[in-house]
């Protein structure tokens, strides 16, 4: 890997993997302000690709289909990414592609792509699992940027305006630290030659502030139609960055994220038969992070499996993991994060997310040798930490 600057201040980092046909490229630019108005963000980011002031959105989209360039915008909670995997010989039409859409979006047919983003929430809300991931996610993050769930967005997203859209993606592009990654067999010296003009990156300070520290909450959804009830229990937890990240990685897989070999899945499923799916979840955001079980199950299983939540909890926090069960979640771990690194697109997604998050582009490296030292007693201590009263419990049932 080779790190370098351009010339407007953006952190870049070219990784070259020899013979590989394709090219890949990621840019990524913090996000620093929570939105106004929520849905104002997920607004913006389905715009991005409806137009520039050189091409209409039809022509935009033709000219990727033609060349077989995949560009995608994304908005997540922190930052927002542009990317792009593309043959060799494009590298260039779809670098210039990049740059049209960064500085000279339109935004073109924002009334339009409000009407069809609320209908797909609906239709996304129309999932008993979903309407308690949102339930979830608003509780836990109540009264905070992160907890702008779906339903939060169909209760304002009247109220964003286009102005508000433009404004907000401006104050982005103009006051943002950004970070670049490029894999594959080209040249790096491209990136300065078509982006050297995107605005510069800048260290702006986060108006995000960390949650509230959290308090037992019980929340409940009734969906009349709904044929089994939907359970998740949460707690806030460190994030990426912190020492006890890699730790959090391997209670998410030793519990419930391994598939069969879970405790979870072995516990709640093979032996009691309560659910189909019961796993667990980790998802970091910069200023926090939650750690999560969640289960579908029969109405009349709701109470068997909260018990069964706190037993298999109770377990974790009271006896020491073997270390046979500790090595092949290492393994298991280390395994899926190979796997989900095996292409140029996924490195430069990679590198580009260590890097926005405040970490090296080379971090996973890192990362695996700080999940290979984590011992027993580490994983005992943090669950003991942090699996407290102070949790979220969202339940949906007919």
Request: proline share 3%; aromatic share 8%; glycine share 4%.
């Amino acid at each position: 890997m080779r790190e370098f600057i351009l010339k407007n201040n953006i952190t870049a980092c070219f990784k070259e993997n020899k013979d590989t046909p394709r090219a890949a490229v990621t840019l990524n630019m913090l996000i620093t302000k929570p939105e106004k108005t929520p849905g104002e963000y997920s607004l913006m980011n389905r715009l991005l690709l409806k137009g520039t002031q050189k091409y209409s959105s039809e022509e935009l989209s033709a000219i990727l289909d033609e060349n077989a360039i995949e560009l995608c915008i994304e908005m997540k909670s922190d930052y927002l990414r542009f990317r792009f995997v593309c043959l060799n010989e494009d590298i260039e039409l779809a670098l210039s592609i990049m740059n049209d859409i960064i500085q000279n979006s339109t935004f073109e047919e924002f009334e339009k792509e409000k009407t069809k983003m609320k209908g797909e929430l609906l239709a996304e809300l129309d999932s008993a699992r979903v309407k308690v991931s949102d339930l979830f996610t608003k509780t836990i993050y109540k009264n905070h940027y992160y907890g702008h769930s779906y339903t939060e967005v169909l209760e304002n997203i009247d109220k964003v305006t286009k102005n508000d859209v433009i404004n907000s993606y401006k104050e982005i592009l103009n006051n943002s630290k950004k970070t670049l990654t490029l894999v594959g067999d080209v040249d790096e010296g491209l990136l300065g030659k078509y982006l050297d003009s995107i605005p510069e990156s800048k260290e702006a300070v986060s108006e995000i502030e960390t949650p509230e520290p959290l308090t037992q909450e019980y929340s409940e959804l009734i969906k009349e139609d709904a044929n089994q009830a939907q359970i998740i229990q949460g707690w806030r937890v460190p994030t990426i960055g912190s020492e006890e990240y890699p730790v959090f990685m391997l209670l998410n897989v030793i519990l419930g994220a391994s598939g069969l070999s879970s405790r979870l899945f072995r516990e709640l499923r093979e032996k009691k038969g309560l659910a189909y799916t019961v796993r667990t979840a980790y998802e970091t955001h910069l200023k926090s992070a939650v750690f999560s079980i969640y289960i579908g199950t029969e109405p009349v299983n709701i109470e068997t499996s909260i018990n069964g939540f706190k037993e298999e909890i109770d377990k974790i926090k009271s006896i020491p993991v073997s270390e046979e069960e500790l090595h092949n979640a290492k393994n298991n771990l280390i395994g899926k994060q190979q796997f989900m690194s095996e292409t140029n697109s996924q490195q430069a997604n990679l590198m580009a997310y260590y890097s926005i998050m405040g970490k090296p582009f080379g971090y996973r490296k890192e990362l695996v040798e700080l999940i290979h030292e984590v011992t027993p007693d580490d994983i005992q201590a943090c669950a003991n930490k942090y699996f407290t009263n102070d949790f979220v419990l969202s339940v949906l049932k007919p």
